[in-house]
């Protein structure tokens, strides 16, 4: 199961400040049907259909179930630029 680094807590929480977005608001990851393998990820006012939703703290990631399958073995991560802009990446668990 995807797990998510306090990092990626803290810069999925900052993403969402300031946005019109429900209580149960969160990001989504799904795969992009034009480039195989590639993820995307948005933010979003809940879980569609079929979405795993994984919860930490106050923030919630809703993973499409195609992406599910890429993301099982992986922890998200995130890093702040100077700008302020989150960059997020994908690394594997460890055992």
Do not use: H
């Amino acid at each position: 199961m995807l797990t998510l680094t306090d990092d990626a807590v803290q810069a999925i929480r900052d993403l969402m400040v300031g946005e019109d977005l429900p209580q149960d608001a969160g990001m989504r990851i799904a795969s992009v049907e034009s480039d195989p393998g590639s993820l995307e990820l948005s933010l979003t006012s809940g879980p569609q259909t079929g979405d795993e939703v994984i919860s930490r703290e106050d923030v919630r990631v809703f993973l499409a179930p195609d992406a599910a399958r890429i993301v099982e073995d992986k922890t998200l991560d995130a890093e702040v630029s100077t700008q302020g802009r989150p960059s997020f990446r994908l690394t594997r668990q460890r055992a």
